[in-house]
DNA sequence: CTCCAGGGTAGTC
DNA sequence: GACTACCATGGA
Protein backbone atom coordinates (compact mmCIF):
# COMPACT_ATOMS: atom_id res chain seq x y z
CA UNK A 1 0.00 0.00 0.00
CA UNK A 2 1.41 3.03 -0.93
CA UNK A 3 0.66 6.66 0.08
CA UNK A 4 1.91 10.04 -1.29
CA UNK A 5 1.34 13.24 0.49
CA UNK A 6 2.52 16.89 -0.48
CA UNK A 7 2.96 19.66 2.26
CA UNK A 8 3.23 23.14 1.32
CA UNK A 9 6.75 24.35 2.52
CA UNK A 10 6.25 27.16 5.20
CA UNK A 11 8.54 30.88 4.79
CA UNK A 12 12.34 30.05 6.54
CA UNK A 13 12.05 26.46 5.84
CA UNK A 14 14.58 25.09 3.87
CA UNK A 15 14.42 21.36 3.62
CA UNK A 16 18.52 21.41 2.01
CA UNK A 17 19.44 23.10 5.48
CA UNK A 18 17.62 20.52 7.63
CA UNK A 19 18.90 17.13 5.93
CA UNK A 20 22.47 18.77 5.97
CA UNK A 21 21.48 18.38 9.55
CA UNK A 22 20.75 15.27 9.44
CA UNK A 23 23.49 14.31 7.28
CA UNK A 24 26.49 15.83 9.23
CA UNK A 25 28.93 13.52 9.20
CA UNK A 26 27.71 11.83 11.64
CA UNK A 27 26.32 7.95 11.05
CA UNK A 28 22.58 7.22 12.33
CA UNK A 29 21.55 4.27 11.69
CA UNK A 30 18.09 4.84 12.05
CA UNK A 31 17.96 7.16 8.38
CA UNK A 32 18.92 6.58 4.93
CA UNK A 33 20.17 9.77 3.27
CA UNK A 34 20.95 10.68 -0.39
CA UNK A 35 21.49 14.30 -1.67
CA UNK A 36 17.84 14.98 -1.85
CA UNK A 37 15.90 12.32 0.23
CA UNK A 38 15.66 11.32 3.94
CA UNK A 39 13.72 7.65 4.60
CA UNK A 40 12.65 6.34 7.81
CA UNK A 41 10.52 3.65 9.66
CA UNK A 42 7.90 5.72 11.69
CA UNK A 43 5.10 3.66 13.73
CA UNK A 44 2.13 5.22 13.75
CA UNK A 45 -0.91 3.55 15.80
CA UNK A 46 1.48 0.36 16.07
CA UNK A 47 2.08 0.17 12.19
CA UNK A 48 5.08 0.43 10.76
CA UNK A 49 5.38 2.83 7.48
CA UNK A 50 8.52 3.44 5.78
CA UNK A 51 8.72 7.42 4.96
CA UNK A 52 10.56 8.91 2.11
CA UNK A 53 10.77 12.68 2.28
CA UNK A 54 12.13 14.55 -0.82
CA UNK A 55 10.91 18.18 -1.90
CA UNK A 56 9.74 19.27 -5.40
CA UNK A 57 8.65 22.90 -6.22
CA UNK A 58 8.16 24.27 -3.08
CA UNK A 59 5.88 21.04 -1.48
CA UNK A 60 7.56 18.33 0.77
CA UNK A 61 6.97 15.02 -0.76
CA UNK A 62 5.92 11.95 1.50
CA UNK A 63 6.18 8.94 -0.17
CA UNK A 64 4.67 6.11 2.54
CA UNK A 65 4.32 2.57 2.32
CA UNK A 66 3.31 -0.57 4.38
CA UNK A 67 1.34 -3.56 4.69
CA UNK A 68 -2.00 -1.77 6.07
CA UNK A 69 -2.81 1.87 6.58
CA UNK A 70 -4.85 2.53 9.45
CA UNK A 71 -8.15 5.26 8.27
CA UNK A 72 -6.04 8.33 9.41
CA UNK A 73 -2.58 7.10 8.21
CA UNK A 74 -2.40 10.69 5.89
CA UNK A 75 -3.23 12.87 8.72
CA UNK A 76 -1.17 10.69 11.18
CA UNK A 77 1.95 10.63 8.94
CA UNK A 78 1.41 15.01 7.62
CA UNK A 79 1.80 15.19 11.51
CA UNK A 80 4.77 13.14 12.03
CA UNK A 81 6.75 15.17 9.17
CA UNK A 82 5.45 18.12 10.52
CA UNK A 83 6.36 17.78 14.19
CA UNK A 84 9.87 16.43 12.41
CA UNK A 85 10.93 19.77 10.67
CA UNK A 86 8.61 21.69 12.77
CA UNK A 87 7.00 23.11 10.00
CA UNK A 88 4.23 24.96 12.35
CA UNK A 89 6.34 27.40 14.00
CA UNK A 90 6.61 30.50 12.60
CA UNK A 91 10.37 31.79 13.00
CA UNK A 92 10.28 35.44 11.86
CA UNK A 93 10.73 36.34 15.87
CA UNK A 94 13.60 34.02 16.08
CA UNK A 95 15.50 35.46 12.62
CA UNK A 96 14.23 39.11 13.42
CA UNK A 97 16.16 38.33 16.77
CA UNK A 98 19.31 36.53 14.98
CA UNK A 99 19.50 39.46 12.29
CA UNK A 100 20.70 42.07 15.03
CA UNK A 101 23.05 40.19 16.87
CA UNK A 102 26.29 41.56 15.56
CA UNK A 103 27.81 37.78 16.13
CA UNK A 104 25.83 35.56 15.43
CA UNK A 105 23.64 37.33 13.33
CA UNK A 106 25.59 35.94 10.18
CA UNK A 107 23.53 32.14 11.06
CA UNK A 108 20.50 34.18 9.79
CA UNK A 109 22.07 33.56 6.00
CA UNK A 110 24.16 31.06 6.68
CA UNK A 111 22.13 28.44 7.39
CA UNK A 112 18.76 29.71 6.65
CA UNK A 113 15.53 28.24 6.81
CA UNK A 114 17.17 25.33 9.27
CA UNK A 115 14.77 23.77 11.37
CA UNK A 116 15.03 22.22 14.84
CA UNK A 117 14.82 18.41 14.04
CA UNK A 118 13.14 16.64 16.89
CA UNK A 119 12.62 13.15 17.88
CA UNK A 120 9.41 11.59 17.98
CA UNK A 121 9.72 8.75 20.31
CA UNK A 122 10.12 9.79 23.86
CA UNK A 123 11.57 6.27 24.65
CA UNK A 124 13.85 7.04 21.69
CA UNK A 125 14.73 10.32 22.85
CA UNK A 126 15.41 9.47 26.68
CA UNK A 127 17.74 6.16 25.03
CA UNK A 128 19.83 8.70 22.94
CA UNK A 129 20.21 11.52 25.23
CA UNK A 130 21.85 8.96 28.22
CA UNK A 131 24.23 7.05 25.43
CA UNK A 132 25.40 10.68 24.58
CA UNK A 133 26.12 11.81 27.77
CA UNK A 134 29.73 12.31 28.50
CA UNK A 135 31.18 10.80 25.02
CA UNK A 136 31.91 11.75 21.70
CA UNK A 137 29.15 11.88 19.20
CA UNK A 138 31.15 9.27 16.82
CA UNK A 139 31.25 6.98 19.64
CA UNK A 140 27.77 7.42 20.87
CA UNK A 141 26.16 7.09 17.46
CA UNK A 142 28.39 3.47 17.39
CA UNK A 143 26.24 2.61 20.95
CA UNK A 144 23.05 3.24 19.28
CA UNK A 145 24.23 1.27 16.44
CA UNK A 146 24.74 -1.76 18.33
CA UNK A 147 21.44 -1.22 20.50
CA UNK A 148 19.20 -0.55 17.24
CA UNK A 149 21.05 -3.62 14.89
CA UNK A 150 20.59 -6.29 17.84
CA UNK A 151 17.38 -5.88 19.86
CA UNK A 152 15.33 -3.17 16.78
CA UNK A 153 13.20 -4.84 14.11
CA UNK A 154 14.43 -4.33 10.61
CA UNK A 155 12.10 -3.87 7.49
CA UNK A 156 13.21 -4.71 4.28
CA UNK A 157 12.40 -2.48 1.29
CA UNK A 158 14.07 -2.35 -2.23
CA UNK A 159 16.93 -4.03 -0.97
CA UNK A 160 17.40 -1.52 2.25
CA UNK A 161 17.17 -2.42 5.76
CA UNK A 162 15.36 -0.40 8.14
CA UNK A 163 15.66 -0.70 11.44
CA UNK A 164 13.02 0.55 14.43
CA UNK A 165 14.90 1.32 17.59
CA UNK A 166 14.11 -1.35 20.14
CA UNK A 167 10.72 -1.45 22.25
CA UNK A 168 11.21 -0.74 26.21
CA UNK A 169 9.80 -4.26 26.33
CA UNK A 170 13.50 -5.26 25.12
CA UNK A 171 15.57 -3.01 26.90
CA UNK A 172 13.73 -3.80 29.78
CA UNK A 173 14.71 -7.83 29.42
CA UNK A 174 18.23 -6.74 29.32
CA UNK A 175 20.89 -7.49 32.30
CA UNK A 176 23.48 -4.53 32.61
CA UNK A 177 25.97 -7.26 31.94
CA UNK A 178 24.75 -8.05 28.53
CA UNK A 179 25.28 -3.97 27.84
CA UNK A 180 28.62 -3.75 29.13
CA UNK A 181 29.05 -6.06 26.60
CA UNK A 182 28.33 -3.40 23.83
CA UNK A 183 30.66 -1.11 25.43
CA UNK A 184 27.65 0.63 27.48
CA UNK A 185 29.29 1.77 30.90
CA UNK A 186 27.69 0.01 34.14
CA UNK A 187 25.80 3.29 34.85
CA UNK A 188 24.28 4.25 31.29
CA UNK A 189 23.29 0.68 31.03
CA UNK A 190 21.74 0.83 34.61
CA UNK A 191 19.82 4.14 33.48
CA UNK A 192 18.82 2.67 30.19
CA UNK A 193 16.92 -1.04 31.66
CA UNK A 194 15.29 1.37 34.70
CA UNK A 195 14.03 3.61 32.25
CA UNK A 196 12.47 1.01 29.52
CA UNK A 197 11.03 -0.65 32.90
CA UNK A 198 9.10 2.88 33.05
CA UNK A 199 8.06 2.67 29.68
CA UNK A 200 7.01 -1.13 30.40
CA UNK A 201 5.52 -0.81 33.00
CA UNK A 202 3.03 2.40 31.86
CA UNK A 203 4.15 4.66 34.58
CA UNK A 204 6.27 6.81 31.99
CA UNK A 205 4.68 7.92 28.45
CA UNK A 206 4.67 10.95 26.26
CA UNK A 207 0.71 12.03 26.46
CA UNK A 208 1.65 12.42 30.11
CA UNK A 209 3.41 15.38 29.35
CA UNK A 210 1.05 17.04 26.84
CA UNK A 211 -0.49 19.35 29.24
CA UNK A 212 2.70 20.44 31.95
CA UNK A 213 4.47 23.44 31.56
CA UNK A 214 7.60 23.42 30.68
CA UNK A 215 9.28 23.75 34.22
CA UNK A 216 6.53 20.75 35.20
CA UNK A 217 8.26 18.84 31.91
CA UNK A 218 11.45 19.35 33.27
CA UNK A 219 10.94 18.23 36.74
CA UNK A 220 9.39 15.17 35.55
CA UNK A 221 12.23 14.29 33.58
CA UNK A 222 14.94 15.39 36.17
CA UNK A 223 13.19 13.15 38.64
CA UNK A 224 14.13 9.93 36.45
CA UNK A 225 17.23 8.37 37.76
CA UNK A 226 20.06 8.69 34.94
CA UNK A 227 18.02 12.04 33.32
CA UNK A 228 20.05 15.47 35.17
CA UNK A 229 19.43 18.90 33.99
CA UNK A 230 20.94 18.70 29.84
CA UNK A 231 19.11 15.44 29.27
CA UNK A 232 16.01 17.05 30.26
CA UNK A 233 16.07 20.15 28.49
CA UNK A 234 17.87 18.30 25.15
CA UNK A 235 14.71 15.98 25.58
CA UNK A 236 12.39 18.43 26.07
CA UNK A 237 13.65 20.55 22.94
CA UNK A 238 13.67 17.58 20.66
CA UNK A 239 11.22 15.35 21.40
CA UNK A 240 8.40 17.42 24.02
CA UNK A 241 8.19 20.73 21.42
CA UNK A 242 10.08 23.66 23.85
CA UNK A 243 11.62 25.59 21.97
CA UNK A 244 13.20 27.76 25.60
CA UNK A 245 15.59 24.90 26.56
CA UNK A 246 18.90 25.41 27.26
CA UNK A 247 20.69 22.10 27.93
CA UNK A 248 23.25 23.92 30.32
CA UNK A 249 26.99 22.43 30.26
CA UNK A 250 26.60 21.01 26.66
CA UNK A 251 29.97 20.61 26.43
CA UNK A 252 28.94 21.64 21.64
CA UNK A 253 26.86 24.68 23.09
CA UNK A 254 30.02 26.04 25.12
CA UNK A 255 32.39 24.89 22.67
CA UNK A 256 30.68 26.58 19.85
CA UNK A 257 30.22 29.81 22.06
CA UNK A 258 33.89 29.47 22.58
CA UNK A 259 34.78 29.86 18.55
CA UNK A 260 32.11 32.76 18.15
CA UNK A 261 34.53 34.48 20.56
CA UNK A 262 30.77 34.93 23.01
CA UNK A 263 32.90 33.51 26.26
CA UNK A 264 36.54 33.09 27.44
CA UNK A 265 35.56 30.84 30.36
CA UNK A 266 33.24 28.07 30.02
CA UNK A 267 32.20 28.66 33.71
CA UNK A 268 31.26 32.14 33.36
CA UNK A 269 27.14 31.78 33.46
CA UNK A 270 26.73 35.28 33.95
CA UNK A 271 27.95 35.98 29.96
CA UNK A 272 26.07 32.87 28.65
CA UNK A 273 22.35 33.80 30.48
CA UNK A 274 22.57 36.79 29.00
CA UNK A 275 23.20 35.47 25.94
CA UNK A 276 20.11 33.47 26.18
CA UNK A 277 18.21 36.38 27.86
CA UNK A 278 18.63 37.93 24.42
CA UNK A 279 16.78 34.98 22.63
CA UNK A 280 14.36 34.41 25.13
CA UNK A 281 11.59 32.20 24.22
CA UNK A 282 13.88 30.67 21.56
CA UNK A 283 16.42 28.89 23.50
CA UNK A 284 16.00 25.94 21.98
CA UNK A 285 16.81 27.04 18.43
CA UNK A 286 19.46 29.82 19.42
CA UNK A 287 21.03 26.29 20.87
CA UNK A 288 20.66 24.19 17.45
CA UNK A 289 22.00 26.94 15.80
CA UNK A 290 24.88 26.83 17.77
CA UNK A 291 25.10 22.78 17.57
CA UNK A 292 24.64 23.14 13.83
CA UNK A 293 27.96 25.60 13.55
CA UNK A 294 29.83 23.25 14.99
CA UNK A 295 30.07 20.95 12.07
CA UNK A 296 31.69 22.22 8.70
CA UNK A 297 30.87 21.89 5.06
CA UNK A 298 33.61 20.65 3.28
CA UNK A 299 31.96 20.58 -0.06
C1' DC B 1 50.14 9.41 27.95
C1' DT B 2 46.88 13.29 28.36
C1' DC B 3 42.74 15.60 27.55
C1' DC B 4 38.21 15.76 25.95
C1' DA B 5 33.45 14.25 24.80
C1' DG B 6 26.02 16.92 23.26
C1' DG B 7 26.85 14.30 32.11
C1' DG B 8 24.96 12.13 36.28
C1' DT B 9 24.81 10.63 41.08
C1' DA B 10 25.99 10.73 45.73
C1' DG B 11 28.34 12.72 49.44
C1' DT B 12 29.96 16.79 52.05
C1' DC B 13 29.92 21.32 53.97
C1' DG C 1 22.93 25.73 47.03
C1' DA C 2 27.94 25.08 45.69
C1' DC C 3 31.83 22.08 45.60
C1' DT C 4 34.01 17.47 45.10
C1' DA C 5 34.92 12.65 44.10
C1' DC C 6 33.84 9.15 41.27
C1' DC C 7 32.12 6.68 37.26
C1' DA C 8 33.54 5.12 32.34
C1' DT C 9 35.47 4.60 27.59
C1' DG C 10 36.62 5.70 22.82
C1' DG C 11 38.73 9.34 19.99
C1' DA C 12 42.26 12.87 18.88
Redesign the pocket.
Known amino acids: MHIQIKIKQPPLFNFEECLWFLN?S?DDCMLYLTGSSVSKVVSIEGTDFILTVNEKAGFLIINATTAQPGPYATERIRDYVSAWFDLERDLSAFYKLLRNDPILGYMAGAYKGLRLIGIAELFESIC???I?????????Y?LKRRLVELYGETIQEHGRIYHTFPRPETIAGLSVETL?GL??????AG?LINVAGLFTDGSLKKSSFANLAPEEKLKSL?A?????????N?IAM?TLNEIGCV?????????ALELHGLINDR?DLATIDKIFSYYRGWESYLVHYL?RS?AVKTE
Open positions: RYWGIGQQINLTFAKQQFSKQKYTIKGIGVWTAYKPQGDAGLLKKWL
